[in-house]
């Protein structure tokens, strides 16, 4: 069974940056990331990241995250900067592999960005 481990989530002031690491145990994945939930609103993407390093974005944090992963330690990490109180939410690692049909949601973080 995959286990993921989920680190950098706290308290940080509007303006100021964090990092979100999430590590995947043993398997290899295609596709790694990160999802979010704000109370009241439907989880949402954040930003994912293939194998062959393609991105993909949610609108609302282009320009202000960068993701990135290591496949030789199997983890995905996100850098957070300018961060808004619009992104306080519980943030999710999402890690999932086509080739063996697997999907995995991590237990989530807690984000909150004061104002």
């Known amino acids: 069974q995959v286990q993921l481990v989920e680190s950098g989530g706290g308290l940080v002031q509007a303006g100021g940056s964090l990092r979100l690491s999430c590590i995947a145990s043993g398997s290899a994945f295609n596709v790694m990331g990160w999802y979010r939930q704000a109370p009241g609103k439907q989880r949402e993407l954040v930003a994912i990241?293939?194998?062959?390093?393609?991105?993909n974005y949610g609108d609302s944090v282009k320009g202000r995250f960068t993701i990135s992963r290591d496949n030789a330690e199997n983890s995905v990490s996100l850098q957070m900067n300018s961060l808004k109180s619009e992104d306080t939410a519980v943030y999710y690692c999402?890690?999932?592999?086509?080739?063996?049909?697997?999907?995995?949601w991590g237990q989530g973080t807690l984000v909150t960005v004061s104002s």
């Open positions: 999402y890690v999932g592999s086509s080739k063996q049909g697997v999907e995995v």
């Open positions: 990241v293939t194998s062959g390093g393609i991105t």
